[in-house]
């Protein structure tokens, strides 16, 4: 069974700061991982989707990288600020069963202070 | 492209009561999944269809909960006899087909459910 671990759990930073925030996963046969975005009592909103057979993926401040072998991915943020401030949460996509049923982190909750 | 619509975004019920959450998915998304999230904690995995096809269920969902998507389309999520453990923010995802290489997931707002 797919378990992803999000490290840290929760992080506070000054404005300004690049930040580097951890997803782990135990089976590295995925198919895709995916980041998220969600504030407080609302939906998720995608950031980030990394195909299995790519690297890194990259978005304005936002950069994702995938190691398959060693099952990780970071989400890098570039310049932090205080609109960065809500939970971010990696889904990874596994191949076991061939049914791709996205299994999620508990996520990092960052807030980033004026 | 209007995205995922959940209906209803609250719903407060007491303990007992069956209630009804309907997810409209993106149009053209074949696959639609709920999850289940509680507080500081990442979506649980409930169960999904592609089409009307109910494919796979979790543990998670007892014989309480039932799903449906009856014209491949919408999807309603109903929970009988609710027990205040049943109080959670209730998600529902949609995304085209595996294979296609664009197979991103989208959420909608969520239907938060609190059992009295």
């Known amino acids: 069974k797919q378990e992803v671990t999000q490290i840290p759990a929760a992080l506070s930073v000054p404005e300004g700061e690049n930040l580097v925030l951890n997803c782990s996963f135990t089976?590295?046969?995925?198919?895709?991982l995916q980041w998220f975005r969600q504030d407080p009592g609302k939906g998720l909103t995608s950031l980030l989707l990394?195909?299995?057979?790519?690297r890194e993926q990259t978005s304005g401040r936002l950069n994702a990288s995938l190691d398959k072998s060693s099952g990780r991915s970071t989400l890098y943020i570039a310049a932090s600020q205080p609109g960065d401030s809500a939970t971010y949460l990696c889904?990874?996509?596994?191949?076991?069963?061939?049914?791709?049923?996205?299994?999620f982190g508990r996520g990092t909750s960052l807030i980033v202070h004026p | 492209d209007t995205g995922v619509s959940q209906d209803p975004r609250h719903k407060i019920t007491k303990r007992g009561q069956n209630v009804t959450f309907r997810c409209d998915p993106i149009?053209?998304?074949?696959?639609l999944y709920w999850y289940r999230q509680t507080l500081g904690q990442g979506p649980e995995f409930l169960t999904y269809?592609?089409?009307?096809?109910?494919?796979?269920k979790s543990r998670l969902l007892s014989d309480r909960f039932s799903a449906e998507r009856p014209k491949g389309s919408f999807s309603t999520l109903e929970i009988q006899r609710t027990e205040q453990g049943d109080s959670a923010m209730y998600l529902c995802?949609?995304?085209?087909?595996?294979?296609?290489?664009?197979?991103?997931?989208?959420f909608g707002s969520g239907t938060q459910l609190s059992v009295l």
């Open positions: 990394i195909q299995s057979s790519q």
């Open positions: 089976d590295s046969a995925i198919y895709n």
């Open positions: 995802a949609s995304s085209h087909p595996v294979g296609r290489g664009d197979e991103k997931l989208f």
């Open positions: 149009s053209e998304h074949n696959r």
């Open positions: 269809f592609q089409n009307e096809a109910q494919l796979e």
């Open positions: 889904a990874v996509r596994g191949l076991a069963g061939g049914s791709y049923i996205p299994t």
